[in-house]
């Protein structure tokens, strides 16, 4: 992938995702990070390569009843029911925050039909935000959500029915809860996807013996963190063997080593989530730890380093 020349030796971060240049390969999984103000204080986001929001619907949602997380092993579960405050605030209170940075934004959006997506899509194409990430798959809402993630046919058709509305490149969000990666990569390509990013949350139970009852509200959650690593690996590389386009991987990246490990896999660019909780200053120890790997193992540019592991 050219993104232009660097003086010789010189490591180059820049990733291309579908024609979008961002800095560094690093961006922040959706529901992890906010809107990037509550790790103002912790994170330069302009050392990001790219800022992903939480999943943002056409109207607010309140979420799911509480208790909505609790800790797994290696990592958390998470049942928020994508709460959010609805499109038109996001856009008067959340994109100009954001663009005070130099970094690209990139939109998570949820929704409960598919009207719901397009209408979202049509009010972000009069936005300044550089990408879209279309959330098919989470496994927390009862409607919507991962019912299109989890069918080829139906992930195909709301591909397409945003695709129509949508002015910024398109990254449709895949569920790791299917059968196979790879037919649902394929189907949010044909349906003319920019990109795909994934995994989302694995779906999960956890019972409190000495209560009796489920520790999560809603019953079920989406587990996340270092335990789902090797499946988000797995995944990613069926992905990558399956379709063409950029992929943004994600799944348990808690360092450097594990954002390199997915790139190796075949991800062009790599989202942290779980591990902003523990760290909230990670994802720039990853974009630091990325570049030093490179300079070791004399890598000129990021896309030297994608699908090597073959
Ligand atoms: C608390 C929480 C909230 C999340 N909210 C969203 C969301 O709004 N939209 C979305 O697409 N994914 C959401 N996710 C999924 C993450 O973006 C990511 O795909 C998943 O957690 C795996 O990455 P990780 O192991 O690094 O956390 C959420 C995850 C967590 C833990």
Not at 198 to 208: A, E, P, Q, S, V
């Amino acid at each position: 992938m050219d993104v232009g020349k660097k003086a010789e030796n010189a490591v180059d971060m820049r990733v291309n995702i579908a024609g979008i240049v961002w800095k560094n390969p690093v961006t922040t999984a959706s529901g992890t990070f906010g809107s990037g103000k509550e790790f103002a204080e912790f994170v330069d986001l302009n050392k990001l390569g790219a800022v992903t929001t939480k999943g943002v619907a056409n109207i607010p949602w309140a979420g799911n009843p509480t208790p909505r997380i609790a800790e797994t092993y290696g990592g958390m579960m998470n049942a928020v029911g994508l709460q959010n405050p609805g499109i038109d605030l996001f856009c008067e209170r959340d994109i100009p925050f954001l663009r005070q940075y130099d970094t690209k934004i990139i939109v998570n959006v949820c929704g409960k039909s598919e009207k719901d997506y397009c209408e979202v899509a049509e009010r972000l194409s009069h936005e300044d935000v550089d990408m879209l990430e279309i959330n098919i798959s989470c496994p927390n809402v009862k409607e919507g959500g991962i019912a299109f993630g989890q069918n080829s046919k139906a992930a195909e058709h709301i591909t397409k029915a945003v695709k129509r509305y949508a002015k910024q490149p398109v990254i449709m969000k895949l569920s790791p809860n299917v059968t196979s990666i790879s037919e649902m990569a394929k189907a949010v390509e044909a349906g003319g996807a920019d990109a795909v990013s994934l995994i989302n949350t694995i779906t999960g139970m956890k019972i409190d013996i000495h209560r009796r009852q489920f520790v999560i509200a809603n019953k079920t959650g989406g587990v996340s963190g270092p335990a789902i690593h090797p499946i988000a690996v797995r995944m990613v590389y069926e992905a990558a063997h399956a379709v063409k386009l950029p992929i943004i991987g994600m799944g348990g990246i808690a360092n450097a080593q594990d954002a390199v490990e997915m790139i190796l896999a075949g991800a062009d660019a790599v989202s942290v989530g779980t591990a902003n909780f523990r760290n909230p200053a990670v994802t720039m120890e990853i974009a630091a730890g990325i570049e030093s790997y490179m300079k070791k193992y004399g890598f000129a540019c990021v896309s030297d380093m994608v699908g090597i592991v073959d």
